[in-house]
């Protein structure tokens, strides 16, 4: 079996602009920078205490115990348990406030997490957001039969990804994710690019059983709204599509 790298496509905007200065004939005055702006502060599900912005040095410490699954640098080896590299703080917060509360059912997780105050969980959140993930490589095999019969598996998911399905009963994952999946923080939409094909298999499978993460108003159930028509087939091309996913400048930084 082959396999081949997907790239994201960033495109960087600049410009720049020259202004003609007369000499100064008297010194320059130098004023001090104003003070920063006291971070946001939040309150998360699980204790309904608030929190500050993460501390990404504080939360290396707490996250050491996450390590022995999810990686030192969130880059974990087992594909059963996702990459948590480069996801966004506040979304790490929240899941760990959905197992805290026993929203997100896991029992592992709720072991980890009820522990964990409202603080812990954005410190947690901001060292592996301060972390790069690393992407895998998608499969490019030819699909021998059915619907979607001479395509490669990554053509097939990276379509769904990009524009949904054509009779619109699944949109396009870039719509929320982006077009590298970086995902929106502000919007609390996950970053995907990289993550293990068999963790998001899984997750899509279960979205499209209908499980939902959270209860009454702090539901979230759009992906098993999304997943709901989706072929095994589409599930495991959108899921080895996504492993490669990654953003073209990452790619030249890479040593």
Same mark, same amino acid.
């Given at each position: 079996?082959?396999?081949?790298?997907?790239?994201?496509?960033?495109?960087?905007?600049?410009?720049? &602009?020259?202004?003609?200065?007369?000499?100064?004939?008297?010194?320059?005055?130098?004023?001090?920078?104003?003070?920063?702006?006291?971070?946001?502060?939040?309150?998360?599900?699980?204790?309904?205490?608030?929190? *500050?912005?993460?501390?990404?040095?504080?939360?290396?410490?707490?996250?050491?115990?996450? /390590?022995?699954?999810?990686?030192?640098?969130?880059?974990?080896?087992?594909?059963?348990?996702?990459?948590?590299?480069?996801?966004?703080?506040?979304?790490?917060?929240?899941?760990?406030?959905?197992?805290?509360?026993?929203?997100?059912?896991?029992?592992?997780?709720?072991?980890?997490?009820?522990?964990?105050?409202?603080?812990?969980?954005?410190?947690?959140?901001?060292?592996?957001?301060?972390?790069?993930?690393?992407?895998?490589?998608?499969?490019?095999?030819?699909?021998?039969? @059915?619907?979607?019969?001479?395509?490669?598996?990554?053509? &097939?998911?990276?379509?769904?990804?990009?524009?949904?399905?054509?009779?619109?009963?699944?949109?396009?994952?870039?719509?929320?994710?982006?077009?590298?999946?970086?995902?929106?923080?502000?919007?609390?939409?996950?970053?995907?690019?990289?993550? *293990?094909? @068999?963790?998001?298999?899984?997750?899509?499978?279960?979205?499209?059983?209908?499980?939902?993460?959270?209860?009454?108003?702090?539901?979230?159930?759009?992906?098993?709204?999304?997943? /709901?028509?989706?072929?095994?087939?589409?599930?495991?091309?959108?899921?080895?599509?996504?492993?490669?996913? *990654?953003?073209?400048?990452?790619?030249?930084?890479?040593?």
């Amino acid at each position: 079996m082959k396999f081949t790298r997907i790239l994201g496509v960033a495109a960087v905007l600049a410009a720049a &602009v020259a202004v003609a200065q007369e000499p100064a004939t008297e010194p320059a005055t130098v004023s001090a920078a104003p003070e920063a702006a006291p971070a946001p502060v939040e309150t998360l599900e699980a204790d309904n205490a608030t929190a *500050h912005r993460g501390d990404a040095q504080a939360g290396a410490g707490k996250a050491a115990v996450c /390590a022995a699954c999810h990686g030192m640098d969130g880059n974990s080896a087992d594909p059963q348990y996702p990459k948590l590299a480069g996801q966004h703080e506040n979304y790490i917060a929240r899941q760990l406030a959905l197992y805290k509360s026993m929203e997100r059912q896991n029992a592992i997780m709720l072991g980890f997490s009820a522990t964990l105050s409202a603080q812990d969980m954005r410190d947690v959140g901001a060292y592996f957001a301060s972390q790069k993930v690393v992407p895998g490589v998608a499969d490019d095999s030819v699909i021998a039969e @059915g619907p979607n019969a001479g395509r490669k598996f990554y053509e &097939v998911g990276e379509r769904l990804y990009r524009f949904g399905k054509a009779d619109g009963s699944v949109p396009a994952c870039a719509a929320c994710h982006g077009p590298s999946g970086a995902g929106n923080p502000g919007s609390a939409w996950p970053s995907l690019r990289g993550q *293990h094909a @068999g963790y998001t298999a899984n997750a899509l499978t279960a979205f499209r059983d209908g499980a939902v993460w959270g209860k009454g108003s702090n539901a979230n159930a759009i992906m098993s709204g999304v997943a /709901a028509s989706l072929t095994d087939e589409e599930i495991q091309a959108l899921a080895t599509y996504i492993e490669g996913l *990654h953003d073209v400048a990452d790619e030249v930084a890479a040593p």
